[in-house]
């Protein structure tokens, strides 16, 4: 696993709830060529990647990428881009012919990168039995479009409330709040010894959007795990959702009683990574290799939480495939053949497992509560049972609706949005 020296600033961030992004900026090296040009040889035909890393020291693709040159002599160039320069580095090259032979996307349809939105557009290559033998059972439709396959998922990433348990207890917490009302009451003793429960980029719409996500794991989802198959369906809607009015108005009470640090309606994901990192917030909304990448910079014990269930409701998660290997239908077939070698290679269970360590993930199969990172420990039993539903933007039709909750959420902390208008202005999204 990728570690940090303290004296290292880490600065992290999410692109889409949650894609990661790196510091550097790269320069460009597109792929893009006419795909019936080279038709030479690819057993060392090298390609091009472009990705988004969790920051400047976390670079497992380039240490995957490097197992697989030493081993098959193949050379692959890997391009990394920022969080906020990615989704738009992705779109605009695809568009303009020049993209990478092969870039990591988000499932689904809900982003602007996303797997099903870029293959209806023809940007991506068909891929082979053995990337569609690895996607987890019920959600083909985020990498399928007419029974053809478009996205290779990575690994499974959990997403939750990263944890400092160590800072918990220097002000009388001694364990994570088990239910909705111990949370409130940690909120209340967090501050009465001057920390914060929750850090939240509040000025950041992907990290609020995330973290409603994350409490309508139980609202929502625990106990309707196909509402989104029944908004599509028009069965339902956000505005008439007791799940997801509670979700919202969980955040308006923590809000209200001080859960998160002053001034979170513009916080950034700096605060989050100095409040987590320097001790003086307790949890943050992210991806759960967060906590392997901040624990490696601070040498601090940082583990993976759920929000906390309310009464009568079950203990629950998050955890989807939220990252996939796509390959660029511009490039050259010898390319093409040679990255979906690459995806062949990757699949395979111990490379699998060894993506999942190195970027802080699950393996993408064969999940056992004993075989998970430390940190993936508090939540272990419900990755093994399979009590975690994927993020739920994933299968929502488009951005907007995302974006829709993500600002909604800002409007809530600032009180220029009531939960009402917040859940009117989703459903009017989900039509766009």
């Given at each position: 696993m990728p570690q940090h020296t303290a004296s290292r600033p880490l600065r992290w961030s999410l692109l889409a709830a949650p894609v990661a992004g790196v510091l550097i900026l790269a320069g460009c090296s597109g792929g893009g060529g006419d795909s019936g040009g080279d038709s030479g040889d690819s057993a060392d035909k090298g390609f091009t990647l472009m990705v988004a890393e969790a920051n400047d020291a976390d670079n497992y693709y380039e240490q995957l990428t490097d197992m697989y040159t030493k081993e098959t002599g193949v050379p692959v160039e890997v391009i990394p881009y920022p969080s906020d320069a990615y989704n738009t580095q992705v779109t605009t090259q695809l568009q303009a012919g020049n993209a990478a032979d092969v870039m990591i996307l988000a499932p689904g349809t809900g982003q602007p990168i996303s797997v099903v939105t870029l293959a209806e557009a023809g940007f991506l290559e068909p891929l082979d039995d053995t990337s569609a033998g690895i996607i987890p059972a019920g959600s083909e439709a985020q990498y399928t479009v007419d029974d053809k396959v478009y996205g290779q998922p990575t690994a499974l990433a959990p997403v939750g409330l990263i944890y400092n348990s160590a800072g918990a207890e220097e002000v009388g917490i001694d364990e994570y709040p088990a239910t909705y009302?111990?949370?409130?009451?940690?909120?209340?003793?967090?501050?009465?010894?001057?920390?914060?429960?929750?850090?939240?980029?509040?000025?950041?719409?992907?990290?609020?959007?995330?973290?409603a996500q994350l409490i309508s794991a139980t609202r929502v989802y625990e106990g309707t795990p196909d509402w989104n198959e029944q908004r599509a369906a028009g069965d339902v809607t956000f505005a008439d959702s007791d799940g997801w009015k509670e979700t919202l108005d969980d955040i308006v009470e923590l809000n209200d009683t001080g859960c998160f640090q002053d001034g979170a309606a513009g916080g950034t994901f700096d605060n989050i990574t100095a409040g987590i990192g320097g001790g003086t917030a307790l949890t943050a909304a992210t991806p759960g290799s967060a906590a392997a990448s901040i624990g490696g910079a601070t040498g601090l014990d940082i583990t993976v939480q759920a929000f906390p269930p309310a009464d009568g409701q079950e203990p629950f998660t998050l955890a989807s495939a939220n990252y996939a290997w796509a390959i660029n239908a511009k490039s050259d077939d010898a390319v093409k053949t040679s990255a979906q070698d690459f995806l062949d290679w990757a699949a395979q269970p111990e490379q699998a497992k060894t993506y999942a360590d190195l970027a802080g993930y699950v393996p993408i199969t064969g999940v056992t509560a004993d075989d998970l990172l430390p940190s993936y420990a508090p939540i272990g039993d419900l990755l093994e049972s399979g009590a975690y539903t994927g993020l739920p933007n994933a299968s929502w039709p488009n951005p907007a609706v995302y974006d829709a909750l993500g600002v909604g959420v800002q409007g809530l902390l600032t009180g220029q949005k009531t939960v009402d208008q917040v859940l009117s202005d989703m459903d009017a999204a989900w039509g766009n």
């Amino acid at each position: 696993m990728p570690q940090h020296t303290a004296s290292r600033p880490l600065r992290w961030s999410l692109l889409a709830a949650p894609v990661a992004g790196v510091l550097i900026l790269a320069g460009c090296s597109g792929g893009g060529g006419d795909s019936g040009g080279d038709s030479g040889d690819s057993a060392d035909k090298g390609f091009t990647l472009m990705v988004a890393e969790a920051n400047d020291a976390d670079n497992y693709y380039e240490q995957l990428t490097d197992m697989y040159t030493k081993e098959t002599g193949v050379p692959v160039e890997v391009i990394p881009y920022p969080s906020d320069a990615y989704n738009t580095q992705v779109t605009t090259q695809l568009q303009a012919g020049n993209a990478a032979d092969v870039m990591i996307l988000a499932p689904g349809t809900g982003q602007p990168i996303s797997v099903v939105t870029l293959a209806e557009a023809g940007f991506l290559e068909p891929l082979d039995d053995t990337s569609a033998g690895i996607i987890p059972a019920g959600s083909e439709a985020q990498y399928t479009v007419d029974d053809k396959v478009y996205g290779q998922p990575t690994a499974l990433a959990p997403v939750g409330l990263i944890y400092n348990s160590a800072g918990a207890e220097e002000v009388g917490i001694d364990e994570y709040p088990a239910t909705y009302d111990d949370l409130l009451a940690a909120c209340q003793t967090a501050r009465d010894g001057g920390k914060t429960f929750t850090v939240l980029a509040g000025g950041v719409p992907f990290n609020t959007g995330l973290f409603a996500q994350l409490i309508s794991a139980t609202r929502v989802y625990e106990g309707t795990p196909d509402w989104n198959e029944q908004r599509a369906a028009g069965d339902v809607t956000f505005a008439d959702s007791d799940g997801w009015k509670e979700t919202l108005d969980d955040i308006v009470e923590l809000n209200d009683t001080g859960c998160f640090q002053d001034g979170a309606a513009g916080g950034t994901f700096d605060n989050i990574t100095a409040g987590i990192g320097g001790g003086t917030a307790l949890t943050a909304a992210t991806p759960g290799s967060a906590a392997a990448s901040i624990g490696g910079a601070t040498g601090l014990d940082i583990t993976v939480q759920a929000f906390p269930p309310a009464d009568g409701q079950e203990p629950f998660t998050l955890a989807s495939a939220n990252y996939a290997w796509a390959i660029n239908a511009k490039s050259d077939d010898a390319v093409k053949t040679s990255a979906q070698d690459f995806l062949d290679w990757a699949a395979q269970p111990e490379q699998a497992k060894t993506y999942a360590d190195l970027a802080g993930y699950v393996p993408i199969t064969g999940v056992t509560a004993d075989d998970l990172l430390p940190s993936y420990a508090p939540i272990g039993d419900l990755l093994e049972s399979g009590a975690y539903t994927g993020l739920p933007n994933a299968s929502w039709p488009n951005p907007a609706v995302y974006d829709a909750l993500g600002v909604g959420v800002q409007g809530l902390l600032t009180g220029q949005k009531t939960v009402d208008q917040v859940l009117s202005d989703m459903d009017a999204a989900w039509g766009n």
